[in-house]
Nanobody, 123 residues
Framework: QVHVAESGGGLVQAGGSLRLSCTAS????????MAWFRQAPGKEREFVAS??????????AESVEGRFTISRNNAENMITSDLQMNSLKPEDTADYYC??????????????WGQGTQVTVST
C-alpha cells in the first residue's frame, strides 16, 4: 500500500510564495514519476508539474512555467517532493494534489493520490 500526503498550503497575498511538500511512503518504488495537480472551485483538475524518478525530465504547465519549481528526493520506501511556488496569483487558488505512478505524464491518470492541500491567494 502506498500512502501519499501533502502539506504546506495556506493563505498568501498575491506576489507571495508558498512551498508545498508531498511524501509517498509504504510500498512505493523510487522509480515512480510524480506530479502535482490542482483543482480550483468549479473547475476540472489540471496538471501543474511533473518530474521523472531521476529528476532528468521535468514538465510544467504553461500557466506556472517560470514561477513554480518542482523537486524530489528518493529514499528507501519513501519519496518526497516539493513544489516551490513564487509570484503567486489569485488564479493559482486551488486544492493542490500530488500523485505518483510508473510513467511520467501530464494526464491525471496517476495511480496514487494524496488528499490535497488548499492554497488561497488573495488580491
Amino acid at each position: 500500500q502506498v500512502h501519499v500526503a501533502e502539506s504546506g498550503g495556506g493563505l498568501v497575498q498575491a506576489g507571495g510564495s508558498l512551498r508545498l511538500s508531498c511524501t509517498a511512503s509504504g510500498r512505493v518504488r523510487n522509480t515512480y514519476a510524480m506530479a502535482w495537480f490542482r483543482q480550483a472551485p468549479g473547475k476540472e483538475r489540471e496538471f501543474v508539474a511533473s518530474i521523472s524518478w531521476t529528476s532528468d525530465t521535468i514538465l510544467y504547465a504553461e500557466s506556472v512555467e517560470g514561477r513554480f519549481t518542482i523537486s524530489r528526493n528518493n529514499a528507501e520506501n519513501m519519496i518526497t517532493s516539493d513544489l516551490q511556488m513564487n509570484s503567486l496569483k489569485p488564479e493559482d487558488t486551488a486544492d493542490y494534489y500530488c500523485a505518483f505512478e510508473e510513467q511520467l505524464s501530464m494526464e491525471d491518470s496517476y495511480d496514487y493520490w494524496g488528499q490535497g492541500t488548499q492554497v488561497t491567494v488573495s488580491t
